[in-house]
């Protein structure tokens, strides 16, 4: 069956302000325990003083700086190197820290006044809770520089090699980060993104998501449904029969498989 909503709200940037001290401190203390640090780090120390800070305030101690560098860098599931002038494997007394010449320094900069914005922005409504909820650099990384959902990282697989390589990229991401809160590895995913591909005409494809999806979820009445409706749509009808016929079975209440059912043992 359909999913009732895929709603998928896009908002045009704010202008950026700011990020609020207090919301700093807090992005420092909670980052404070250390990831693995690489054995180069020792003979390497965090600058007394910074040369080049723009958005953290000038004379950011030492010892916060680092919080909000392993913050970043685990976050985004990267390592220094990914927004700094150095190369990987090397001692970190041979990176430029100071240097803006990894374009990927400056988006973190505009990121980190994004944060800022959204942080004033929910500063401004009541809180649901006991506290604010704060949003992180995490919130929206999960551990990945792209933090693309689940089904926006299928279509472009999707869109560019073909829906073997689409099937083939959701078991390695699954592999790679189930558990992980990155990405959505419910059911309903992938019966969303499969109903997608059915509207745009590719039966066949969305019959493969939709088998990847009771292969994931046998247990669903609604995966196997789903299936079943692919598969009609494709004009499949004994397969289509076998899909709801298993969707009926496991949810004797679905009145949508038992009308498609009789439908097709009736035409
Ligand atoms: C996601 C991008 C990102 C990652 C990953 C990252 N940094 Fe940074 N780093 C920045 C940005 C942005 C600044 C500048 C902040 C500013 O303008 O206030 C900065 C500044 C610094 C500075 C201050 C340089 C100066 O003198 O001005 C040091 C030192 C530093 N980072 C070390 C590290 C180390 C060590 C790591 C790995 C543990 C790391 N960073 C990982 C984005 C990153
Ligand atoms: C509200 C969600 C959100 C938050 C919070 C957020 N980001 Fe991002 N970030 C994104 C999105 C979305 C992209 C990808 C933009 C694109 O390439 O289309 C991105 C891209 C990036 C990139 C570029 C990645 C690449 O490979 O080109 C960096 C670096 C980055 N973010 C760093 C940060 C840092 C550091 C923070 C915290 C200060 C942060 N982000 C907070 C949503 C967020």
């Known amino acids: 069956m359909q999913p009732d909503s895929r709603g998928r709200a896009i908002h045009p940037p704010a202008p950026p302000s700011p990020f609020p001290l207090a919301c700093l401190a807090l992005l420092a203390g909670l980052t404070?325990?250390?990831?693995?640090?690489?054995?180069?780090?020792?003979?390497w120390s965090w600058p007394e003083r910074s040369e080049n800070l723009q958005v953290?305030?000038?004379?950011?101690?030492?010892?916060?700086?680092?919080?909000?560098?392993?913050?970043?860098?685990?976050?985004?599931?990267?390592r220094c190197s990914y927004c700094h002038v150095g190369e990987e494997g090397q001692p970190l007394s041979t990176f430029d820290f100071a240097s803006d010449d990894n374009p990927k320094k400056?988006?973190?900069r505009t990121m980190y006044r994004m944060l800022g914005v959204i942080n004033d922005t929910l500063a401004?409504?009541?809180?649901?809770?006991?506290?604010?909820?704060?949003?992180?650099?995490?919130t929206c990384?999960?551990?990945r520089p792209r933090p693309t959902t689940l089904d926006e990282e299928l279509a472009e697989v999707h869109a560019e090699?073909?829906?073997?390589?689409?099937?083939?990229?959701?078991?390695?991401?699954?592999?790679?980060?189930?558990g992980r809160g990155a990405f959505d590895f419910g059911e309903g995913t992938l019966n969303g993104f499969g109903y997608v591909l059915l509207g745009e005409g590719h039966a066949e494809d969305a019959i493969a998501i939709f088998r990847l999806n009771?292969?994931?979820?046998?247990?669903?009445a609604n995966a196997w449904d789903s299936l079943g409706e692919a598969?009609?749509?494709?004009?499949?009808?004994?397969?289509?029969?076998?899909?709801?016929?298993?969707?009926?079975?496991?949810?004797?209440?679905?009145?949508?498989?038992?009308?498609?059912?009789?439908?097709?043992r009736g035409g």
């Open 231 to 264: 598969y009609l749509a494709a004009g499949d009808r004994a397969r289509a029969e076998e899909a709801y016929g298993k969707s009926l079975e496991l949810d004797p209440e679905n009145e949508n498989a038992r009308e498609k059912l009789a439908e097709i």
């Open 141 to 143: 990384h999960r551990g």
């Open 32 to 43: 404070l325990s250390t990831p693995s640090a690489s054995g180069a780090q020792q003979e």
């Open 161 to 178: 090699e073909g829906i073997d390589a689409t099937i083939t990229a959701y078991r390695q991401l699954r592999e790679r980060f189930h």
């Open 56 to 78: 953290l305030p000038a004379d950011f101690p030492a010892e916060r700086l680092s919080a909000v560098m392993r913050g970043f860098t685990r976050a985004l599931g990267v």
């Open 124 to 138: 401004t409504i009541e809180p649901s809770g006991p506290a604010a909820v704060n949003m992180w650099c995490h």
């Open 106 to 108: 400056d988006i973190a």
């Open 214 to 220: 009771v292969e994931q979820y046998p247990e669903s």
